[in-house]
Structures are given as C-alpha cells and as structure tokens.
C-alpha cells in the first residue's frame, strides 16, 4: 500500500500535486503548508512533499484535444512523471484531480495516485491497528 511506513526510514512520504492553473505556485504551497499545520499534528513518520512544478498538464480535457497533446507530455515530463518515477515504492503519490490519476497512470510508471480521502483513510486504519 503506498501509505505503508518505510521500517527502514521509519517514516511516510507524501508527494503531493495541485492543480494550479491561473494561479502562482508559490502561494499554492504556502496554502497547502498551512492547511496541513491547521491540520493538526501529523502521526509520527509522516513527511509531506508538495511538488513545485504547477499543473500535470491534463488540466481537463486539455490534453487530450487536437494539438495539446505535446504540450500535455512536456508539463507531466517537468514534474508529475519524474517526481512519481522517483518516488520509493511505500510513497503515496497524492492526486486528488481525476485529470492528475489519469496523466499520472498515462505515463506508465507502475504508479496509482491516491485520493486524499483514501490517504486518510489508510492513515486511520493504520493508526487504529498500531494501538492494538
């Protein structure tokens, strides 16, 4: 499961993709920073990485309409792709958009985004199973 804790880092790896479109990357990552401080605290051995490079470039149908499709590769090329092919095994690649699961799954690298709700969830099944 890609929400598994590494034993051997003894810690879990969030990596994280937003739709940003229109907006500035900057400011969505602070925004994503301070919804996860006002969260509360996080279980022990979670780390959360938000990727820096803006949108998967499926954004819609965008990627796949006549003419888009080049562009829609070259933008999950800059992020989406490397950053998942990169990613350790036990890491859950978080992509809440359906557009961000599908260009993720389109770059077939043997990984499946996770919605945040399904996240939550394994955290909360793990969570109650470590207590007995």
């Known amino acids: 499961m890609p929400g598994e804790i590494d034993r051997y880092n003894m810690r879990r790896v969030v990596s994280m993709t937003a739709n940003v479109e229109g907006e500035d990357l900057g ?3 602070a925004r994503v920073a301070a ?3 006002d969260a509360g605290e996080l279980p022990a051995g979670v780390q959360v990485d ?3 490079s803006g949108c998967c470039g499926l954004a819609g149908n965008f990627g796949f ?3 888009h499709y080049e562009v829609s590769v070259a933008c999950a090329e800059r992020g989406l792709w490397p ?3 990169d990613a350790a095994p036990q890491t859950a690649v978080l992509a ?3 557009s961000c699961r599908t260009q993720l799954a389109a770059g077939n690298l043997g990984r499946e985004g996770v919605h945040l709700a399904q996240l939550l969830a394994g955290l909360i099944d793990s969570k ?3 207590r007995g």
């Open 83 to 85: 950053a998942a092919a």
């Open 27 to 29: 400011r969505v990552a």
């Open 50 to 52: 938000v990727l820096d």
């Open 128 to 130: 109650a199973s470590s």
């Open 96 to 98: 809440d958009g359906f």
């Open 35 to 37: 919804a996860i401080r």
């Open 65 to 67: 309409e006549r003419g």
